[in-house]
């Protein structure tokens, strides 16, 4: 079995998410070479920042295609906090920027709340609403940990795969056929979240 593949396009601390990997046993290599993306079995794609430094970078560096290849492929994908806000649309973050439009759908602010901090930081609870295979096991409530201002609203709700309250629900996990995808860090949420890592890589 080739090793997992987490693609570097200089937006997120990959090194977090493959020592997540290690940790329960699966061989995970960081690269941002447009080929070895296009020879993996199975793709991570991490990302922390702004949704339009993130679609131009992975553009610039030949990404963009060999991941739209892979997720047509049928190939296991692990979007992760904006790798899974990339597979959208349209973002709405500080302007307008088309992503890479794998599925319809925007990414757009929380809405201003009294008492309400944004960016959603810290840890809150799952809702299941499709049972995904990186799913299968959890804990009635589980919790995961959140870093982000920006969320998901897929224009099919049939993608949603989790809801979280913040302080109405939001789409926080989605899964489609290969593809799984989350706005929370399994890589921070400790056991539930490596045990989402696991079984992605066990994924078939």
Request: proline share 8%; with cysteine.
């Amino acid at each position: 079995m080739k090793p997992i593949l987490i693609v570097d396009y200089g937006m997120a601390n990959l090194r977090s998410v493959q020592k997540a990997f290690e940790k329960v046993g699966h061989e995970a290599v960081i690269s941002g070479d447009p080929n070895r993306v296009a020879e993996a079995e199975k793709v991570v794609l991490p990302g922390v920042g702004a949704f339009r430094d993130a679609i131009a970078r992975l553009h610039e560096a030949g990404l963009a295609a060999p991941l739209f290849e892979h997720l047509h492929a049928g190939k296991p994908f692990f979007g992760i906090c904006l790798g899974l806000q990339l597979l959208f649309t349209t973002s709405y973050e500080d302007g307008e920027y088309r992503g890479l439009d794998y599925f319809p759908g925007e990414v757009v602010r929380f809405a201003h709340v009294p008492g309400l901090k944004v960016p959603h930081m810290g840890w809150n609870q799952l809702r299941v609403r499709k049972a995904a295979p990186p799913l299968e096991g959890l804990p009635p409530e589980a919790s995961v940990y959140f870093v982000h201002s920006y969320y998901v609203v897929p224009r099919d709700p049939g993608l949603t795969a989790t809801e979280t309250d913040y302080p109405t629900p939001f789409t926080s996990a989605i899964w489609q056929d290969n593809v799984f995808a989350t706005q929370f860090h399994p890589e921070k949420s400790q056991c539930v979240g490596l045990e989402m890592l696991r079984r992605f890589a066990e994924w078939k």
